[in-house]
């Protein structure tokens, strides 16, 4: 009987942390897009605190470094997507442009 509350109770925590990482992810968006970088980066790592594999956090932290010019992190954080081998084309052109921009930097 405990067995069975357990195995419901692990199915409502990844439901519930799943619902979380969702409501992050937009909150991590919305503040992009708005220029808040260091509240899109605190949500984006938090995501990754609960889902280290979040491939979408990656990208969205590549994304807002490469935005602030800071293009090792970018770099960085890019590559790690293509060493996960879930890089897609955004990737790719990412790392595109930080070696067009910053090339010569490193």
């Known amino acids: 009987r405990d067995h069975c509350v357990t195995g419901?109770?692990?199915v409502l925590f990844r439901?519930?942390?799943?619902?979380?990482?969702?409501?992050?992810?937009?909150?991590?968006?919305?503040?992009?897009?708005?220029?808040?970088?260091?509240?899109?980066?605190k949500r984006f790592l938090e995501v990754l605190t609960l889902d280290p594999h979040n491939v979408e956090a990656y990208k969205g932290l590549g994304?807002?470094?490469?935005?602030?010019?800071?293009?090792?992190?970018a770099r960085d954080t890019f590559m790690f997507i293509v060493k996960m081998k879930k890089a897609d084309d955004a990737v790719y052109a990412a790392l595109a442009e930080i070696e067009a921009v910053a090339g010569n930097q490193h």
Do not use: G, H, P
């Open 8 to 10: 419901v109770q692990s």
């Open 15 to 41: 439901s519930t942390t799943q619902e979380r990482i969702k409501a992050l992810l937009l909150e991590a968006k919305s503040f992009a897009r708005d220029n808040k970088w260091s509240e899109a980066e």
């Open 63 to 73: 994304t807002i470094y490469l935005k602030q010019k800071i293009y090792q992190q």
